[in-house]
């Protein structure tokens, strides 16, 4: 199983983006991705996950209203769509299957 990130940027207090993760190496569509965060100095904490199958989400208590998590089945791809972006947002951003991880995409909310 291999998951890339992408669509990590630069942004304003305030601002969206879109996080993108293309996952390869599944045979069948019945599993689920998550999304993590780890800022500097704090510990890794999940944001959201979703069940590809069936597209069942969950969200952490602080995203909810605000992130939305998405999937592409014909494209193999899980979406974050982050919305009003606070810095506090600002941490790497990682997919994660079970024990397999990305390589993290960057993003910072600038105040």
């Known amino acids: 199983v291999e998951l890339v990130e992408s669509g990590g940027g630069l942004v304003q207090y305030g601002g969206s983006l879109r996080l993108s993760c293309t996952v390869s190496?599944?045979?069948?569509?019945?599993?689920?991705v998550g999304w993590f965060r780890e800022a500097p100095g704090k510990g890794r904490e999940g944001v959201s996950c979703?069940?590809?199958?069936?597209?069942?989400?969950y969200y952490a208590e602080a995203m909810k209203g605000r992130f939305t998590i998405s999937r592409d089945g014909a494209k193999n791809t899980v979406y974050l769509q982050m919305n009003n972006l606070k810095p506090g947002d600002t941490a790497v951003y990682y997919c994660?299957?079970?024990?397999?991880w990305g390589q993290g995409t960057q993003v910072t909310v600038s105040s």
């Open positions: 979703i069940s590809v199958i069936d597209g069942k989400t």
């Open positions: 190496g599944f045979t069948s569509d019945d599993y689920a």
């Open positions: 994660n299957h079970k024990t397999a």
